[in-house]
């Protein structure tokens, strides 16, 4: 019987950087993490190499590197021989012997990926292995991904402008939290408003249209079911960190209860809940400086999340405003996140918006109204004019004719905004539809929403970082590879 086997040349082409998947398999019924692979050759790993195994922290994963000469516990790269399979052609003089390195040490295991953690993601590099943890949230994403590419949100604080731009980005709303605390000056119920705007204008399969200080997180975890939720998005309310709310109501709003200082406890009791991997807020500058922020993003942190913030103005990102917001993304997911950089823009509301609205515009003259010359003698005027090309931003009470709306001027009048050149300033999508609400409530919507152009390209940073996570771990080898036997 002739045993030669004719070998030829392997050429591949080695890439700076690998991936892999591997499940635990049990011994006495203690997880070990067997990693028997062709591309440990490729990565420095040889047969009786030294390795040391080190952790990369609470529940960050660990790596297997090859030793130095100042290394005291090491252990040695096996073989593994198969008398059936020619399990290593990229070594055909051996071909039927793989390397393998297997990790058994249970401190290690589970400190660095935590205790009932069954799979864990490999990161090859030249001579550094980087086992990390993959959890069951970080597979149920890859496979809720793998259906239709379309990102599943829970929405929560919304007046429906964000899920709408959410869901023409590439974002599925499969839930909403949303509810308006009914204000001094309402004459009716109008906890449902906002709701039925996100209702009009998105496609969630639940509304919970409850006060998130008295959610029943459980109960929302049943009504959403086994269908993962791979990011929430909240907005969390702005007032409190304002300037345009004095120090005084903010001090009030303590003592009635009204203050939303604390409105991150039940958005992190919904993330712990439903084990989301990716949260998105958007707040006002302020936000960033407020101890407020530091506790939450302390929380974050302490939870696994890799916190990411930034502080954004509109006009360099398509928007039509001066309106500035702070951005938080924070996520589990073991792939780089980088927000959006500015671009160029030939920016003039005055061309594009007003002067083709002008005789509309003119129609609303608030010249000799006392609120206006109020607010030009305590110069709180907000005014756009021909000479500058954006627009102040828009607020919340933009529809209640206070001193600090945004007008137009010309000619030396002052003159309001339509309702439909507000949702302009604001990029509204030309779907998004008002008519169905009592004006002010409207007005209101749009004032506190969102710059779409903005809020949209943040959204895009974290559509890529989810679609380059779940790539990852479909792919086993991220290289082009030629085999040549």
């Given at each position: 019987m002739n045993n030669n086997v004719e070998m030829r040349e392997v050429s591949v082409n080695v890439p700076e950087t690998a991936t892999k998947q591997i499940k635990a398999r049990y011994r006495?019924?203690?997880?070990?993490?067997?990693?028997?692979?062709?591309?440990?050759?490729?990565?420095?790993?040889?047969?009786?190499?030294?390795v040391v195994e080190e952790s990369l922290g609470p529940g960050k994963g660990f790596i297997v590197r090859v030793a130095n000469d100042s290394d005291t516990k090491t252990k040695k790269v096996y073989t593994r021989?198969?008398?059936?399979?020619?399990?290593?052609?990229?070594n055909p003089p051996a071909r039927r012997i793989e390397r393998q390195i297997e990790v058994s040490r249970q401190e290690l295991i589970n400190e660095s990926l935590g205790e009932g953690c069954e799979n864990a993601h490999i990161t090859f590099t030249n001579g550094?292995?980087?086992?990390?943890?993959?959890t069951t949230e970080q597979r149920s994403l890859l496979q809720n991904l793998s259906k239709d590419d379309q990102i599943s949100t829970l929405v929560a604080m919304t007046g429906g402008v964000d899920a709408a731009v959410l869901e023409q980005g590439g974002f599925r709303v499969d839930a909403i939290v949303e509810y308006r605390p009914n204000e001094k000056r309402d004459k009716s119920d109008y906890t449902e408003m906002t709701a039925l705007s996100a209702l009009v204008n998105s496609k969630p399969r639940v509304l919970c249209n409850e006060d998130i200080y008295k959610l029943d997180v459980k109960r929302l975890a049943e009504a959403i079911g086994d269908s993962p939720i791979s990011v929430l998005h909240a907005s969390l309310q702005c007032d409190d960190y304002s300037t345009l709310k004095t120090n005084k109501q903010k001090a009030d709003s303590v003592v009635d209860l009204s203050s939303t200082l604390d409105m991150f406890i039940p958005t992190l009791n919904i993330l712990d809940e439903l084990r989301i991997p990716v949260l998105m807020i958007e707040n006002v500058p302020g936000f960033m400086s407020s101890p407020i922020n530091d506790v939450l993003v302390l929380q974050l942190r302490?939870?696994?999340?890799?916190?990411?913030?930034?502080?954004?103005?509109?006009?360099?990102?398509?928007?039509?405003?001066?309106?500035?917001?702070?951005?938080l993304v924070a996520s589990t997911l073991d792939a780089p996140f980088a927000f959006p950089t500015p671009e160029a823009s030939d920016l003039n509301v005055w061309r594009d918006i007003i002067e083709p609205n002008l005789a509309e515009?003119?129609?609303?003259?608030?010249?000799?109204?006392?609120?206006?010359?109020?607010?030009?003698?305590?110069?709180?005027?907000?005014?756009?004019?021909?000479?500058k090309p954006f627009s102040p931003t828009l607020t919340k009470s933009q529809g209640q004719s206070?001193?600090?709306?945004?007008?137009?001027?010309?000619?030396?009048?002052?003159?309001?905004?339509?309702?439909?050149?507000?949702?302009?300033?604001?990029?509204?999508?030309?779907?998004?539809?008002?008519?169905?609400?009592?004006?002010?409530?409207?007005?209101?919507?749009?004032?506190?929403?969102?710059?779409?152009?903005?809020?949209?390209?943040?959204?895009?940073?974290v559509r890529e970082h989810i679609l380059n996570f779940a790539n990852s771990l479909r792919s086993t080898f991220t290289s082009q590879a030629s085999f040549a036997f």
């Open positions: 006495h019924g203690k997880p070990v993490y067997t990693l028997s692979s062709n591309w440990l050759v490729l990565f420095g790993f040889n047969e009786d190499t030294r021989t198969y008398k059936s399979r020619q399990a290593n052609p990229l550094c292995l980087y086992f990390r943890p993959v302490r939870r696994g999340y890799h916190v990411h913030q930034q502080i954004f103005d509109a006009r360099e990102f398509g928007g039509n405003t001066s309106r500035k917001r702070l951005y515009i003119m129609s609303h003259d608030l010249t000799d109204t006392k609120v206006m010359q109020d607010a030009i003698r305590m110069e709180r005027a907000r005014v756009i004019r021909k000479d206070t001193k600090d709306q945004v007008v137009v001027e010309h000619e030396g009048r002052y003159y309001k905004l339509p309702l439909s050149l507000q949702m302009k300033l604001n990029e509204l999508p030309e779907s998004f539809d008002l008519n169905w609400a009592p004006l002010d409530k409207a007005e209101q919507i749009v004032g506190q929403s969102i710059s779409c152009a903005l809020h949209h390209r943040i959204a895009q940073s």
